[in-house]
């Protein structure tokens, strides 16, 4: 009989010549097989003050694109979007430019540049099975591990400490992603040239989609009889 030692050898041979073999085989397929993206970040807006960054980061690339000598500006609010963020955006890229610098216009100029925004909400029907990040299978056998010895000592308790500091430490940067996305799109223009356009998406949750669309200039109340 082998011990559990030779066993393990064993198993983890036989594994490593099943992958050789699988690595070598010539592999074939009637379609093309799916691949994810390297992993990426995408922040995930949740707050007024989130739409403040932005206007922050836009404008400082609006003062570096204006022409030379020129720092004078219209705001064009959208036309087709007048949504909750589409008229804080306006206020806030105009603070933002003022406190920059710039010249912001009330009325039309043709010497001035024009400053334009769109708003497009993203819905996600069928993501099917989205992964956990990498690693998350390892810390949670680990976990498992850890708790399991802990129970054979004299002070279990002492094992729970370094969760408790890893959960500190990471909990504020952890997000689950939604279905729901938006696009924003900040465009620069003059004289028919596109100076700057800056396209940016982020998450939301699915219940602020209504900060983002389209409020209808007319109401339906319902008349009840009593």
């Not at 099917?128 to 850890?146: D, F, H, I, Q």
Request: with cysteine; charged share 15%; glycine share 8%.
């Amino acid at each position: 009989m082998k011990n559990g030692r030779h066993q393990l050898l064993d198993y983890l041979l036989i594994g490593s010549a099943v992958l050789l073999i699988s690595g070598c085989a010539v592999n074939h397929a009637q379609v093309p097989h799916a691949t994810t993206y390297p992993a990426t970040n995408q922040q995930i807006m949740q707050a007024g003050h989130h739409w403040d960054v932005l206007a922050g980061i836009e404008s400082e690339k609006i003062m570096r694109s204006l022409p030379e000598g020129s720092t004078a500006l219209v705001i064009n609010k959208p036309t087709s979007n007048r949504s909750a963020f589409a008229e804080a955006y306006y206020d806030l890229l105009q603070s933002q430019l003022v406190k920059q610098g710039a010249l912001v216009l009330n009325y039309d100029s043709s010497s001035a540049s024009h400053l334009s925004y769109d708003i497009k909400i993203l819905t996600h029907n069928d993501r099917g099975y989205t992964a956990p990040p990498m690693g998350t299978y390892s810390v949670a056998a680990g976990s498992v591990a850890l708790l399991g010895y802990a129970f054979t000592q004299t002070h279990p308790g002492w094992v729970v400490v370094p969760f408790a500091v890893g959960a500190d430490l990471f909990s504020g940067s952890a997000a689950s992603p939604t279905p729901t996305e938006v696009l924003i799109t900040t465009k620069l223009t003059k004289d028919g040239r596109f100076l700057m356009s800056d396209s940016r998406i982020y998450y939301i949750n699915d219940g602020d989609t209504g900060n983002y669309r389209p409020q209808s200039a007319s109401k339906t109340f319902q008349v009840v009889d009593n």
